[in-house]
């Protein structure tokens, strides 16, 4: 089973709808905002393949497949990998990897990603490429 969390801060010289149209250009999900003290944050959460279907193909459309894996493989632990996007390039509907907070001055997305097999479906997010080329894989059915 696959399940998506992605959150971002809402800073207070942020609009929430711009927060939320960035974090629906990675993953068109429900966001619901979470307020502690002094800190606000949008949240959502899918689940299944569907969840990930925007991401599968920005990287494509972009080119960046062979450094998104490089990125993602790094990044996992045990049966769950999380990676950070820029939230301002996510706004304008671009993928750009980042560090959590040191790259993206307005605060990054997180994006938590768990699943049974996670090597399997991070294969199929982001294959192996020949000369620039993904080897595309059919969607895993056993995540």
């Known amino acids: 089973m696959i399940e998506m969390e992605i959150e971002a801060p809402v800073y207070h010289t942020e ?5 939320e149209k960035a974090l629906k250009s990675v993953v068109d999900t429900t966001y619901t905002l979470l307020e502690g003290v002094g800190l606000k944050v949008l949240r959502g959460k899918a689940q299944g ?5 925007k991401l599968h193909q920005q990287l494509r459309e972009q080119l960046i497949v062979e450094s998104a894996r490089k990125i993602l493989v790094r990044n996992i632990m045990g049966n769950t990998v999380t990676f950070y996007l820029h939230k301002q390039a996510a706004f304008m509907g671009k993928i750009h990897f980042c560090q959590p907070e040191s790259e993206s001055p307005m605060g990054s997305i997180k994006v938590t990603i768990k699943s049974t097999n996670i090597e399997k479906l991070v294969d199929w997010l982001t294959p192996k490429t020949i000369e620039g080329k993904p080897l595309e894989r ?5 995540c």
């Open 15 to 19: 609009s929430r709808d711009k927060v």
């Open 49 to 53: 393949l569907e969840g990930l279907v």
């Open 138 to 142: 059919p969607p895993p059915t056993d």
